[in-house]
């Protein structure tokens, strides 16, 4: 009998157990099918070439003869595998050969029959493995009740991350390294137990990665070429606390539950946000809310009442779009760090959905900020009204967000109203920051007490005063705050004319645009003096007013620029001697700046043209 089994009858092995066959004809198509997913790291295209082996071993033995026909199917071809061009090239074959199509698949049987080939089919193999005999994974044995994370790779002893949720560290479990056929028992014993239990599935199939959902357990594995060895990463939550367990503000379960919100949850790694979503979407779904979420891996341990989407074909923007059909009344969108995500969780949210979003971040308002220059500012209390930030597995601050038009804290004139976001203490209602335009430029403000207040507004006012004045002096400029709404301007002899302006007009224009009255005065008159003096703009010893020189990294999403030894302080950006901006230093020492954003154009440009750039703390 002479055969020509499709990929299906292939990848099922149901070529070597046929017992009436003497010749097999082998299409190229189906051959470069069974190529393709083995090196996309499909099982599915091992399996196939197995059989080939096993085919060919039976042909060295006399059992029967194998022959390779057809030609190899195009790039377009393969494209439209789905749409079974491959499955034509193959009927066309065995028709041509006066061959038996074999197959498994139901599709390919009924048209080749209805197309005249002869056909025969057999059932495709299906995995009988009882679920009572699951018996885990082998994985499971470096886990304790302690556990976060297990890290397994050739060549190095297992580590893994163990503690409390705000108390994780990270180290050896094991002296001895795992070998090349440890990791490969491992890495088949999770993606082989996986397919065949109900409790399992396959995330994410890559060539050279797989995510694995297996229980509670989220497995990366990763193979050659895409790692430079076989690594296991697996991660399952220590802890799943009801809202009950957590010591929230009074009020915070209402705020959750009369009305749909914008909330982010922010963090560090490790905090517990996502057990705190978890958390939170079980709460909302037991008020009688109904829950989605949103997720790439699905990682979050919630109810079955709970429907967990991904990405669809790629894109969570579609995801969101097919939830806007479902209409839930909260979606928990997990991971929000890209600017493509922080589009659709505002989107979604003036759709009308109640968002809460899950976003790394060191401090409370640094969540809200990476908004800034995404959404336009006034809308951001519409997208965002609420932020809670978790520190050790506990909620550390609740900020309240809305828009008021009103003269920024600290200035005085009335015609500087404009809307400013208002970000209040949740607990006691007195506002923490402000953010608002000035001068062309988004500033975050922190308002704190007394003298300290001040000098934040005055700061920042004394900054954008340095930047006008400095875009036309040539020689060196000092600014001294006078009061909330003048300041004096202290420019070398030979600049005084070119700062004020014909019959005064530059300097007026200048002092509309700051809402500010500036006095203009030589350097001789400037009483903090210059080499040792107290000058308020911090520039009299030279090394403060160089600043300390740093190098840029710039990334695909951001401009970072290295600040060690000056965590949480406010540093002055400068390049080519000329003021940037002031942004506060992150836990990490490092500032951050979106790439996009006007900011980050005119430090890219500085750095582009090679100007030197530096930070100076204030």
Same mark, same amino acid.
């Not at 194998?66 to 789905?82: F, K, L, M, S, W």
């Given at each position: 009998m002479d055969i020509l089994p499709d990929t299906s009858a292939v990848i099922d092995g149901r070529v070597s157990e046929h017992d009436d066959v003497t010749h097999v004809y082998v299409p190229n198509a189906v051959v470069a099918e069974l190529e393709s997913q083995a090196n996309q790291g499909r099982d599915s295209g091992w399996a196939g070439l197995e059989e080939l082996q096993r085919l060919a071993e039976a042909a060295d033995a006399g059992d029967l003869?194998? +022959?390779?026909?057809?030609?190899? !199917?195009?790039?377009? +071809? /393969?494209?439209?595998?789905?749409?079974?061009?491959?499955?034509?090239l193959i009927r066309d074959l065995a028709r041509d050969h006066d061959a038996t199509l074999l197959t498994s698949d139901r599709v390919q049987a009924e048209v080749g029959e209805a197309m005249g080939v002869t056909v025969e089919y057999v059932e495709p193999k299906v995995d009988t493995t009882d679920?009572?005999?699951?018996?885990?994974?082998?994985? #499971?044995?470096?886990?304790?009740? &302690? /556990?976060?994370?297990?890290?397994? &790779? /050739?060549?190095? *002893?297992?580590?893994? &991350?163990?503690?409390?949720? =705000? $108390?994780?560290?990270?180290? !050896?479990? *094991? =002296?001895? !390294?795992?070998?090349?056929?440890e990791m490969l028992t491992f890495a088949n014993d999770i993606e082989s137990t996986a397919r065949a239990s109900s409790r399992g599935f396959v995330e994410l199939e890559e060539p050279g990665m797989k995510i694995i959902q297996y229980a509670d357990y989220r497995i990366a594995v990763a193979r050659p070429p895409f790692a430079d060895g076989i690594e296991i990463t697996a991660v399952r939550p220590i802890a799943s606390p009801t809202l009950d367990e957590y010591d929230l503000p009074d009020g915070l379960r209402d705020r959750f539950t009369e009305h749909q919100r914008g909330i982010l949850l922010s963090g560090s790694p490790g905090a517990g946000k996502s057990t705190f979503a978890q958390a939170v979407?079980?709460?909302?779904?037991?008020?009688?809310? *109904?829950?989605?979420?949103?997720?790439k891996p699905r990682d979050l341990q919630v109810g079955d009442h709970i429907t967990q989407y991904t990405e669809l074909r790629g894109s969570m923007e579609r995801t969101a779009d097919s939830l806007l059909m479902v209409r839930p009344d909260y979606t928990i969108y997990d991971e929000v760090r890209k600017t493509s995500d922080f589009n659709t969780f505002a989107d979604m949210r003036l759709a009308g959905v109640g968002m809460i979003g899950v976003v790394h971040a060191t401090r409370a308002i640094d969540a809200l900020q990476r908004l800034v220059g995404r959404v336009e500012l006034g809308m951001i209390p519409q997208v965002v009204d609420t932020v809670v930030y978790i520190e050790a597995g506990e909620v550390d601050t609740v900020y309240e967000v809305e828009t008021k038009v009103k003269v920024p804290h600290g200035l005085m004139e009335e015609d500087l109203t404009r809307p400013v976001v208002v970000i209040s203490d949740y607990e006691t209602g007195e506002p923490a920051y402000e953010i608002y335009t000035f001068n062309q430029q988004v500033v975050t403000v922190p308002l704190e007490d007394g003298d300290e207040q001040e000098s934040g507004v005055s700061r920042i006012a004394k900054n954008e005063?340095?930047? #006008?004045? &400095?875009?036309?002096?040539?020689?060196?400029?000092?600014? #001294?705050?006078?009061? $909330?709404?003048?300041?004096?301007?202290?420019v070398s002899e030979n600049d005084i004319s070119s700062v004020i302006g014909k019959g005064g007009g530059r300097i007026t224009d200048i002092e509309n645009r700051l809402g500010m009255e500036l006095d203009v005065r030589t350097l001789d008159e400037y009483a903090g003096g210059f080499g040792g003096g107290n000058s308020s703009s911090g520039s009299t010893d030279s090394k403060s007013k160089q600043g300390e020189i740093v190098t840029p990294e710039v990334t695909s999403r951001h401009i970072i620029l290295p600040v060690e030894g000056h965590a949480g302080e406010t540093v002055e950006v400068q390049a080519g001697g000329q003021y940037l901006f002031t942004a506060t230093v992150s836990r990490g020492g490092e500032?951050?700046?979106?790439?996009?954003?006007?900011?980050? $154009?005119?430090?890219? /440009?500085?750095? $582009?043209?090679?100007?030197?750039?530096t930070v100076t703390p204030q």
């Open positions: 003869s194998v +022959e390779y026909i057809g030609r190899r !199917p195009t790039h377009d +071809e /393969t494209e439209g595998a789905g749409e079974g061009d491959i499955d034509a679920e009572t005999t699951d018996d885990g994974l082998d994985i #499971e044995r470096y886990f304790d009740d &302690k /556990t976060m994370s297990v890290h397994l &790779k /050739t060549g190095v *002893a297992p580590m893994a &991350k163990r503690g409390d949720i =705000g $108390d994780i560290s990270y180290g !050896p479990i *094991a =002296g001895e !390294p795992l070998s090349e056929s979407a079980e709460f909302l779904a037991d008020s009688d809310f *109904a829950v989605k979420t949103m997720e005063i340095e930047r #006008e004045i &400095k875009s036309i002096a040539h020689g060196q400029v000092e600014v #001294e705050i006078t009061s $909330d709404n003048a300041a004096t301007v202290y500032v951050q700046i979106s790439r996009g954003s006007g900011l980050a $154009d005119e430090l890219e /440009t500085a750095v $582009d043209s090679g100007q030197q750039v």
